[in-house]
């Protein structure tokens, strides 16, 4: 994985939204449930995102996702702030500087959104985003983002719990694991047709059974109390909390219930620097860096904010059983 360099839109630790004035915000929104105010109420830069992709937002969507319930996840953490979260990002598929899937995905269209299912479950099909969400309660979690490139952030995201997902399409019990696939659309997505791209496209990814349903694990269609911007993985992504951030894979067509561990992105491209499993383990190095410490963004030159790594990214509680026994420098 391309590691990154310092970005001029990298900003001190004290613009840091504040968890208290983001809840405000989403208070007020709340009241209003009008997307312009939500604009007026973020910077300069963020409303050039917004609006470009504003157009394509479906209205159910952005009301679905203004009502989402907030709840205790990450209660009392600093927020990365909104330029951070969209403009620092890594979407292959938009190329691979940190700011290329803001500059490249504004024209991105998802909608409509199918999704299918396949595999090993009663249930199979092609559905619309807006089918899919018509039987889920969207909630507001704040969790911690790791990048297995050492930096990370802290993000309000908006979704639901992928266990509500799965369970409607009645996976059969030889399910062991769910299979991702994100959209493969060379005409849209730059990064998909460049021949320097050494990536097998699509972007595949997976987890065990037990890790899909786990409660942490969410799908998400909002961050910052607005639909997700093309450059985080619109309409539609996973987020594995206490996995390296390439698990977390954007822009989801297929998921398929499989037998076997299906293959992964990033495992098939360097298998000796990343594994399927991909926990987030300060102990174990990659081959190339070590995994102790994280650059908690906004970081700077002078104020580079270096934080040490937890264990499971700090949701060693909720996770660390479903691992207990194995050897997690073997399987990583
Ligand atoms: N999903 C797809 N389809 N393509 C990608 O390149 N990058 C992954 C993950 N999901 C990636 C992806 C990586 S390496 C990280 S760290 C996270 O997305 C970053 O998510 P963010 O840009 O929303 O912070």
Redesign the pocket.
Known sequence: ?IINRKKKSDVLPSEITSHSSYLNRRQFLGQTAALSIAAAALPAQAIQTHESTRKQRPEWLAKQVAAAKETKWGKGESLTPYSN?TQ??????FGTGKDD?YKYASKFKTDPWMVEIDGECEVKGKFTLEDILSQVDLEERIYR?R???AWS?V?PWIGFELSALLKRFKPLSSAKYVEFT?LHDPKQMPGQRSVFSTIDWP?V?GLRMDEAMNPLTLMAVGLYGEVLPN???APF?LVVPWK???K????IVKIRFVEEMPKTTWAELAPSEYGFYANVNPEVDHPRWSQARERRLPSGLFKPNRIETQMFNGYEEEVAAMYSGMNLRKFY
């Open positions: 994985m979260v620092y990002n890594n979407f292959y598929e899937p983002l990048c297995v490139e952030m993000i994100t972007y990814e450059q985080n993985g992504r390296y951030g390439f977390s894979i954007k822009s």
